[in-house]
T-cell receptor, first 116, second 116 residues
Framework: AQKVTQAQTEISVVEKEDVTLDCVYE???????LFWYKQPPSGELVFLIR??????QNEISGRYSWNFQKSTSSFNFTITASQVVDSAVYFC?????????????FGTGTRLTIIP | DTEVTQTPKHLVMGMTNKKSLKCEQH?????MYWYKQKAKKPPELMFV???????INESVPSRFSPECPNSSLLNLHLHALQPEDSALYLC???????????????FGPGTRLTVL
């Protein structure tokens, strides 16, 4: 069975500090996809990134960066120079194919609070 | 335009009421999903529709009845709910991936349901 672990339940940092959110996954599939979603207090899940298991290149998008390491089954997310608007719950997710459709297995989420 | 809309935003209903949640997308996606999210928990998959046909039912009680009238619309009919069904109900849509691909699920803002 697939499993995603986000060991950090809550993190608080002062604005402009860097912060890394950890994600560790388990799967027996050789082909899989990993995702990060942001959920602000409004409730909508906002897609941030998708990464497939064959692409271990790190990715940077503005203040966001992702580090995918297959050897340790980790897909960590770093926010540089954090801002108050980054305050949200962040979910890491792993996809599996089920009956021809994709099923997402979510981690339990990390609640990030940026203190002004 | 990655937009999934959901109505209503909030719903309060009694245990004997019948109500419906509505989800709409105009991205040409052919897979649509219902998720249930309790407070401080990750989303849990309820149903998946692929090409307007029910593909996955995650053992959801029959008091929840999904319907996909066309490729853009997804409804969730509610009847005889229990107070423990109070949650955020999220709709998502995606392309239907091939055997070796997956497609990102885009989420709507959700409906906050309270059952009295």
């Amino acid at each position: 069975a697939q499993k995603v672990t986000q060991a950090q339940t809550e993190i608080s940092v002062v604005e402009k500090e860097d912060v890394t959110l950890d994600c560790v996954y388990e799967t027996r599939d050789t082909t899989y996809y990993l995702f990060w979603y942001k959920q602000p207090p409004s409730g909508e899940l906002v897609f941030l990134i998708r990464r497939n298991s064959f692409d271990e290149q790190n990715e940077i998008s503005g203040r966001y960066s992702w580090n995918f390491q297959k050897s340790t089954s980790s897909f960590n997310f770093t926010i540089t120079a954090s801002q108050v608007v980054d305050s949200a719950v962040y979910f890491c997710a792993l996809s599996e194919r089920l009956f021809g459709n994709e099923k997402l297995t979510f981690g339990t989420g990390t609640r990030l609070t940026i203190i002004p | 335009d990655t937009e999934v809309t959901q109505t209503p935003k909030h719903l309060v209903m009694g245990m004997t009421n019948k109500k419906s949640l509505k989800c709409e997308q105009h991205m040409g996606h052919r897979a649509m999903y219902w998720y249930k999210q309790k407070a401080k928990k990750p989303p849990e998959l309820m149903f998946v529709y692929s090409y307007e046909k029910l593909s996955i039912n995650e053992s959801v009680p029959s008091r929840f009845s999904p319907e996909c009238p066309n490729s853009s619309l997804l409804n969730l009919h509610l009847h005889a709910l229990q107070p423990e069904d109070s949650a955020l109900y999220l709709c998502a849509s995606s392309q239907v991936g091939g055997l070796a691909s997956t497609d990102t699920q885009y989420f709507g803002p959700g409906t906050r349901l309270t059952v009295l």
